[in-house]
């Protein structure tokens, strides 16, 4: 698994001990998708994860994820799908006909309604016919287990937020995109259907949420109103990564001196190893051009070892790419779409 990226502290910080004391600049707001790492509930967050983004010192950068940019890239796609395919519930409205036009980071998005801890953006709103207006959430996801029993109890809580400030209905509707790796490499060429797309009625226990609120209002003002986090967990490697993070941020310019030479020894062992094995890599790239070759002359696709201890296979997957031109010609700015990187190369070289 691939190392969180962070985004630099945006605050000044300290570490004690097993948490982080903040200089208070920074208090964000509770979003739907933070209230679950709050009360433990969350796969992917924590309460540490959590307070230390609400308090500006580890945000991580989740915004070129592929689960992300797909569910950005359909949402839309679903709603009308879903809008077409039921009416008899209601106007399927998308957040976009509602609220203020969303640009930029979704971090910076005016929240859709007004608290002192707490904020959030709906995805859309389902307008009955007897006037009562429930919350409307898309969600795309490749892990159907989780769904077997209905909604996850982690996108309960979310959706239950933004029920509680905007509708106040005893029911909330949850859509699910059913994604496959295949397409998070290209989310245009996903099209909803009935055996990809599901609606699920959502009941909501106002009551009971109320006391989940008051939960997270209490864990509010005891950690981020205090600038302070809860300690980090050694149990839950995304505490650990992070915490030492945050520690590795604090080091002085001596022990960082110290890392470059621990890395570059390290370096050098790997190196020799390199060295060792780089015919042998040279063979095995030349034995497999060689294979496949042959597969391709004779349109074969898959082929048993002599031994039988091994197969080889080749596969063909066709995939697609947005031509900028034929968007310019149809009045669409590509710029609009793009998303632009940054990558930093990191190197240490023997001085001479």
């Avoid at 981020?224 to 990564?241: F, L, M, N, S």
Wanted: charged share 25%; proline share 5%; net charge negative.
């Amino acid at each position: 698994m691939a190392a969180r990226i962070y985004e630099h502290p945006e605050c000044a910080y300290t570490v004690e001990k097993d948490y982080i004391r903040t200089d208070g600049s920074i208090k964000r707001k509770v979003s739907g998708t933070m209230m679950a790492g709050i009360v433990g509930a969350s796969p992917w967050s924590s309460p540490f994860q959590v307070a230390c983004n609400l308090l500006g010192v580890g945000v991580e950068n989740i915004s070129n994820k592929p689960a992300v940019m797909a569910g950005k890239a359909l949402e839309s796609k679903i709603i009308d799908y879903v809008a077409k395919t039921y009416p008899e519930y209601g106007l399927f409205v998308p957040a976009e006909s509602i609220y203020k036009k969303r640009e930029g980071d979704h971090a910076t998005w005016e929240s859709d309604f007004e608290d002192d801890v707490f904020a959030g953006h709906v995805d859309g709103i389902l307008m009955g016919e007897d006037g009562s207006n429930h919350i409307l959430e898309i969600k795309t996801s490749g892990n159907l287990r989780s769904w077997e029993d209905g909604v996850p109890y982690y996108y309960q809580l979310q959706v239950g937020l933004y029920n509680h400030f905007i509708s106040q209905q005893d029911k909330a509707y949850v859509v699910l995109g059913v994604m496959t790796p295949e397409i998070y490499k290209d989310p245009n060429a996903w099209e909803p259907n009935d055996s990809n797309t599901f609606m699920f009625e959502m009941p909501i226990d106002e009551k009971e949420f109320e006391r989940k609120l008051e939960y997270v209002k209490g864990w509010y003002a005891l950690y981020i109103a205090q600038g302070i986090t809860p300690p980090y967990d050694p149990g839950i490697p995304g505490d650990v990564e992070l915490y030492n993070h945050l520690v590795g941020l604090t080091q002085s310019n001596e022990e960082i001196s110290s890392l470059i030479d621990e890395y570059f020894e390290l370096d050098q062992e790997v190196k020799q190893h390199e060295s060792v094995v780089k015919e042998k890599v040279k063979v095995k790239d030349g034995l497999k051009a060689r294979i496949k070759n042959w597969f391709d002359c004779h349109e074969v696709e898959s082929l048993d070892s002599k031994s039988g201890q091994c197969y080889a296979t080749i596969s063909t997957r066709e995939s697609s790419v947005i031509d900028p031109e034929l968007l310019r010609a149809d009045g669409i700015d590509p710029e609009r779409y793009t998303i632009k990187t940054i990558t930093k190369t990191f190197t240490v070289k023997k001085r001479k």
